[in-house]
C-alpha cells in the first residue's frame, strides 16, 4: 500500500462516521407518552374447585398488593372459561371487601357482614372443608410468593355481622391439602 493510502483511509473512515452519525434526526427532549413501564402485572395462584377438588389457577392480580390481590380473585370466582372447564367455587358471594393482614407467617382475613342472614349463609359454606381450603390455600400461597423464605403460613378466618354477637373462627395452614391441589388443565394466567 502506497503512503498516500495509508493517511487517506483513516481521514475517510472518520469522515464516514460523522456522516452516518448525524443522519439527520434532530434531538428531542423528553417525550412524554403515558405511564412508565412498571414491570410484570403480580400473579397469584388462586384455588377453585373441580368435582369437589382443589385446582390451583393462575390468575393475574392487577396493581394491588399480591395477596390482597390473590384473595379478591378467589372471592370473585372463576372466570366464564374457567367455568367451562367444570371449575366453581365454594366461597360465598361477599357484600365488604374482605379486610387482609399478614404479620410475618400469619395471615388474618376478616369477613365483615352487614345482617344476621348473610353471615348465617355465608358459614354454611365456610363450613365446608373444600371451600375453606379454598381461601386457605389461596392466602397461604400468596404470602409464600411474596417472601419464598417464610415456611408454612397459618391463615386465620373470621366472620361476623354488624348486628349479631360472636364470631365465627376457622383456622388452616399452607399443609392443609394445599401441596395435593390438582393444575388446572391448560391454565392460563387471566387478568383479575
Known amino acids: ?19 452516518l ?5 434532530p434531538t428531542t427532549g423528553v417525550v412524554e407518552a403515558g405511564e412508565s413501564a412498571t414491570g410484570i402485572r403480580p400473579a397469584a ?27 379478591a380473585a378467589v372471592f370473585k370466582g372463576p372466570d366464564s372459561a ?13 357484600v365488604n371487601d374482605p379486610t ?18 348473610q353471615l348465617s349463609a355465608a358459614l354454611k359454606l365456610l363450613s365446608v372443608t ?5 381461601l386457605v390455600c389461596t392466602a397461604a400461597g400468596a404470602r409464600q410468593a411474596e417472601d ?9 378466618v373470621t366472620a361476623s355481622a354488624g348486628d349479631a354477637k360472636g364470631r365465627w373462627r376457622a383456622e388452616g395452614n399452607s399443609g392443609t391439602g394445599c401441596s395435593n391441589a390438582r393444575r388446572a388443565p391448560g391454565a ?4 383479575g
Do not use: W
Open 130 to 134: 373444600p371451600s375453606l381450603n379454598q
Open 21 to 25: 452519525c448525524a443522519c439527520g434526526i
Open 1 to 19: 500500500m502506497r503512503p498516500a493510502h495509508r493517511v487517506a483511509r483513516p481521514a475517510l473512515l472518520a469522515a464516514a462516521a460523522l456522516l
Open 45 to 71: 395462584t388462586v384455588y377453585f374447585l373441580k368435582n369437589r377438588a382443589l385446582t390451583a389457577v393462575p390468575r393475574k392480580v392487577g396493581r394491588r398488593a399480591e395477596i390482597e390481590g390473590a384473595v
Open 82 to 94: 374457567e367455568r367451562r372447564a367444570g371449575l366453581t367455587s365454594g366461597l360465598p358471594a361477599l
Open 100 to 117: 387482609v393482614r399478614t404479620e410475618g407467617a400469619r395471615v388474618r382475613i376478616e369477613l365483615d357482614f352487614d345482617t344476621s342472614p
Open 188 to 191: 392460563v394466567s387471566r387478568p
Open 148 to 156: 419464598p423464605d417464610i415456611g408454612s403460613v397459618s391463615v386465620t
